[in-house]
């Protein structure tokens, strides 16, 4: 959008004035022009509101042009003023151009001198503009300065006058009172950057574009530093006479930079360790210490063992040349430094251990460096994951590098205690199914013998107690079957068919000594589930419905959004029971083995199903079990 041009034409006669608005406003519809025939009106009107341009007469009664003239720089110094009066001559000219008019111009006669004051309107306004805007950027300039690392510059680029701010001089490290041209100024350059920042001047020069570029200075001081320096065209009068610049020290901000990228590969890097299932914790512990060694920039780097006063070196990755190896072992009483973050499990930060703590310098290694953080295994200290050099440290660790140190310290003692509780848990399955087959061999072997002489006993004899016998065989046979399928079927289910749950659960009943009961099934859905575990649950309900709601007792079975239910209308349980009904052994049967509900709990967790227990619509039992798949959905 175009801005407006305001234009204030002060004469004593009123049609000179109106005709002289109407003209210009015809020629530029971007004039507005306002009109005052007297001096007193012309000075309130601009101090009102001043215009981008005043226009005035000289032959004014009570003050002509020249005073007015003067009055208004009194207080508008910069405002264009262009004297236009009929009155010409070499005196009337000389005073105006000393009392400072922007223009002068004789009035005359046809439009040809309108179209001539329109033109000198015009330039005087745009001038005044580019000046406005040039101070404007230079006082942003300077004030960017203020900032730190930031310096102005302007370039006349007929001459090739540099002009350089205190900010730029600092910057440089050049003396106030010191000159320099546009080639020294180039020279200030690395030589592989100078083409490309003549290239880009010569370009801000040709087009008058905004031209940035960022590149190697090299100051006086000897320091090379990265600078963003930008030109932005100042003036221009057809072609661009001045650039106007700034540059800014990025070199710190680079580091920055660098330093977030490399720690950024160094966490991937170390991610894609971690994550790698194929190598053994031995492997990932040590790419992992060379990783960290290389970032940090430590010599050494070693996890450890510690048991007892026994330092065994369970990892390292050192710098070549260096005669240290996974297996190593010395006496703690060698290394206090990591006697003490065993000790108080607690990581330690050392750049210059002599002068920070000498107490911990020791005799054999000389270790004079060193960052170090605890490994804890199961609540307990296990050893170190430390970094350290036999040289003091000429820059501090970062905060970064020590929450990165913690970070691998706490993911290695996660690891090993994952691991030992896999390993004790695989030992645990080991020992589990070694007694299920104890189970299964030497309790069913004299089970079997026991079960086949009371059979003969029972042919040839009559008595209540073999009876007793006979029962008291049924209940341990049931406790076995139940201890073995706890025993052996706890795994995940991994292979899934679809069951149809109709035909299933009229299988499941037919199986269960079920008496005079009443099975109702409202479901035709198929469930994504491994059938002969689905089975047991089923069984396991049905068993449990009948033996605690009586022969009588009506079961049924059916579905909901995501699951399905068994429920029945027996007495139920009680509130008060229903927390602990799923414990191995609990039962509330004196018959019962006390095994059945928790393996339905079990058979429910290795589908990830859950299992939950509520009252029935008629006060009985009601086991929902949700999270189901179901096959026809």
Same mark, same amino acid.
Request: glycine letters at 8%.
């Given at each position: ?95 105006? =151009? ?87 100024? =180039? ?134 040349? =260096? ?242 239910? =068994? ?67």
């Amino acid at each position: 959008m175009t801005q407006l041009t305001s234009v204030l034409h002060v004469d004593d006669e009123p049609s000179i004035a109106d005709l002289t608005g109407t003209f210009l406003e015809r020629q530029n519809d971007q004039f507005a022009v306002e009109t005052a025939t007297s001096v007193e009106e012309g000075l309130e009107m601009v101090n009102d509101r001043p215009p981008d341009c005043v226009i005035s007469d000289y032959n004014m009664p009570g003050m002509d042009g020249i005073e007015f003239l003067q009055t208004v720089r009194e207080e508008y110094p910069e405002l264009p003023f262009i004297l236009f009066t009929g009155k010409g001559s070499e005196s009337v000219a000389s005073e105006a =151009i000393s009392a400072g008019v922007t223009d002068y111009l004789q009035k005359g006669s046809g439009s040809e001198q309108y179209e001539l004051l329109g033109n000198r309107i015009r330039n005087a306004v745009q001038a005044r503009r580019e000046t406005q805007r040039a101070d404007r950027q230079e006082q942003q300039m300077r004030m960017t300065e203020f900032a730190g690392d930031t310096g102005s510059f302007e370039l006349d680029t007929e001459s090739g006058e540099l002009r350089l701010t205190d900010g730029l001089r600092d910057l440089i490290d050049l003396p106030t009172e010191a000159g320099l041209s546009l080639d020294d100024a =180039i020279g200030l350059y690395h030589p592989e950057d100078r083409e490309d920042v003549r290239q880009t001047i010569d370009r801000a020069r040709q087009t008058g574009e905004r031209t940035h570029g960022t590149w190697r200075l090299q100051a006086q001081d000897g320091d090379e530093r990265l600078v963003d320096v930008t030109f932005a065209r100042a003036f221009t009068n057809g072609d661009v006479t001045t650039l106007r610049g700034a540059l800014h020290d990025v070199t710190e901000r680079k580091h920055r930079e660098e330093k977030i990228t490399d720690r950024e590969q160094t966490l991937r890097s170390a991610y894609e360790i971690i994550a790698d299932g194929d190598r053994s914790v031995s492997e990932q512990l040590e790419a992992l210490l060379a990783v960290a060694r290389d970032h940090i920039g430590t010599d050494y780097a070693t996890f450890s063992h510690i048991q007892e006063d026994q330092y065994e070196f369970e990892r390292v990755a050192v710098a070549p040349g =260096i005669d240290l190896q996974a297996g190593d072992t010395i006496d703690l009483i060698e290394l206090p430094i990591c006697e003490r973050v065993f000790e108080t499990a607690e990581p330690l930060v050392l750049s210059d251990v002599a002068a920070d703590a000498p107490e911990l310098v020791d005799s054999e290694w000389g270790i004079a460096c060193y960052l170090g953080a605890p490994v804890v295994v199961n609540d307990a200290s296990y050893g170190t994951f430390c970094f350290y050099d036999v040289e003091p440290r000429s820059e501090a660790f970062s905060e970064w590098e020590q929450t990165f140190v913690e970070l691998l310290g706490d993911w290695v003692g996660a690891e090993l205690t994952r691991r030992q509780a896999t390993e004790q848990l695989q030992q645990q399955n080991e020992q589990l199914e070694e007694f299920a087959n104890v189970v299964s061999h030497d309790l069913r072997n004299p089970l079997n013998v026991a079960q086949g002489r009371l059979e003969l006993a029972q042919g040839e004899y009559d008595s209540e107690h073999l009876n007793a016998i006979g029962k008291a065989h049924a209940r341990m046979e049931a406790l076995i079957e139940d201890l073995l399928t706890l025993a052996r079927d706890g795994h995940e289910v991994t292979e899934f068919t679809a069951v149809d749950l109709s035909a299933l659960i009229d299988n499941c009943w037919a199986a269960v000594e079920t008496n005079g009961a009443t099975l109702v099934t409202d479901t035709d859905r198929t469930v994504q589930a491994d059938r002969s575990r689905l089975k047991q649950l089923f069984e396991n309900l049905i068993r449990n419905a009948v033996e605690h709601g009586g022969d009588d007792v009506t079961v049924t079975i059916g579905a909901f959004e995501n699951g399905f239910y =068994i429920a029945d209308d027996g007495p139920g349980i009680p509130q008060a029971k229903r927390d602990d009904i799923f414990e191995v052994g609990f039962s509330t049967n004196t018959g019962g083995t006390g095994f059945g509900l928790s393996i339905v709990k079990q058979v429910a967790e290795a589908h990830n199903w859950g299992v939950q227990l509520s009252e029935s619509e008629n006060g009985g039992a009601r086991f929902e079990i949700p999270g189901v798949n179901f096959a026809d959905s």
